[in-house]
């Protein structure tokens, strides 16, 4: 007797040939299919996520049409991974796939796992706080939290140490200065940015000292417009880097100030993750937006790097 490859059922008959294969009805559910091997679906899946195989690929493999590939992952459950509640670090960002499509991660700098992710539209303050708050109502010890910086997020977390990500730090500068100034205090400015991950807080902070004092009278500069009268600062943009630097210093070595804690000064292990993600998903271009949530599941449920 053989068993349906729809519902299972073990009530079925034969039903002819087709191209020499023997054809079966399933009297449960009305359906026809071809007999042969199985296929698993676990083991399919398998081959799909992690072999990056793609539904063409699969259905010339095992024979059959790329919808039968594709009914056959629908299948697939994304089994529920369990965390228990300790002591973490938590590392949060977001990344994108178009303009309203976003991925929210709070992953554990310690163990690597990943805690808690949300699919957004935008990335939100009140949707960061909101992660930290379920993390803590799961019985989670937020030890610290290294983040991007986004322009408000630091005040929400006042009793837990928070680090600037230093490589959003310095992306900043870049975006100010742009990569390859030409201004000779733009030059050393990124120079001495350079520094920042390779040094401690006193050498940094005295050698922004050192530049600005260098340089105070070149960032005062104005310029008059003619048709107003009225005038503004010449070199907005480096000003504004200047300022960057300035205003986030109390974050940027918070983990130099907690060394015991052993905080990471940047958010790279998730943002390798996120690349390792897209990668993958680039083979199977095309998903809807079900099936890519559940692409995206399945990888942050077994991903621990």
């Known amino acids: 007797m053989k068993k349906c490859k ?3 059922s073990l009530n079925t ?24 091997k199985q296929i698993s679906v676990d083991f399919l899946w398998d081959e799909y996520a992690r072999g990056k ?18 009914r056959k992952l629908d299948l697939y459950q994304v089994k529920q991974a369990e965390i228990i509640p300790k002591k ?10 178009g303009k309203s499509f976003g991925l929210m991660l709070f992953k554990d700098a310690y163990s690597k796992e990943n805690l808690l992710w949300y699919y957004v539209k ?18 989670f010890v937020i030890v610290a939290i290294v ?32 990569k390859k100034p030409k201004m000779p205090a733009s030059i050393d400015l990124k120079l001495h940015v350079a520094m920042l991950k390779n040094t401690d807080k006193e050498s940094f902070e005295g050698g922004l000292k050192m530049w600005f004092v260098k340089w105070e009278s070149f960032l005062n500069e104005r310029t008059i417009n003619i048709e107003t009268g009225k ?16 205003t986030n210093m109390t974050w940027l070595f918070t983990w130099y100030d907690y060394y015991e804690l052993n905080i990471p000064n940047t958010t790279n292990m998730i943002d390798g993750h996120f690349s390792d993600l897209k990668n993958k998903l680039r083979n199977h271009n095309g998903l809807t937006k079900e099936r890519k949530i559940k692409f995206i599941n399945e990888f942050l449920r077994a991903k621990k790097i």
Not at 88 to 97: A, K
Request: hydrophobic share 30%.
């Open 6 to 8: 729809f519902c299972d």
């Open 13 to 36: 008959h034969k039903y002819g040939t087709r191209l020499n294969k023997q054809r079966y009805k399933c009297l449960n559910c009305n359906k026809i299919f071809n007999g042969g």
């Open 53 to 70: 195989q793609t539904y063409i690929q699969l259905a010339v493999k095992y024979g059959c049409s790329k919808r039968t590939i594709q």
């Open 88 to 97: 973490v670090i938590v590392l949060m960002d977001t990344t994108y796939w």
């Open 122 to 139: 935008s990335e939100t303050n009140t949707l960061y706080i909101k992660g930290i708050k379920e993390l803590k109502s799961k019985g």
């Open 147 to 178: 983040c991007d910086g986004r322009k408000g997020l630091f005040g929400a977390f006042k009793d837990t140490p928070v680090q600037l990500c230093q490589f959003h730090q310095v992306a900043t500068i870049r975006r100010y200065i742009t």
């Open 231 to 246: 005038s503004y600062f010449t070199h907005k943009r480096l000003r504004s880097a200047y300022r960057s630097l300035n």
